[in-house]
């Protein structure tokens, strides 16, 4: 007999700390093992626990999934966006470095050179 019978897609999404488009997002498009005993789409669903860990752990190299699913995609795209915008501010000063070694532009518009040759 299976452990923690999840009735439904609330019990799933709670389970997964998740919402429940996710959580069916998931089932569409990451195989997430969910059960219809009625064997028809978009009727009743239930999920075991057991197979959600197994799951789980099985799609955490591929989607970043972890046993806290919803505060681990959190928590990673809290973590990329500082990485973004860390980049983002180098990138942005290494820009105003190199603008600044540009020669200046004459009076008629061209680019005064240092050496003339």
Known sequence: MRDSIL???KDISLYLECTVRTAQRWESQLSMPVHRP???PRRPVVAFADELDVWILGSQS????RNN????NMVHLGETLLRL???TKELS???SFMESQLPAPSQDGSLNSMTHG
């Open 7 to 9: 009735n439904g897609w």
């Open 38 to 40: 009625t064997n028809r």
């Open 93 to 95: 000063a290494k820009l």
């Open 62 to 65: 591929k989607t970043g999934l």
């Open 85 to 87: 915008q860390t980049q």
């Open 69 to 72: 699913a919803g505060h681990a």
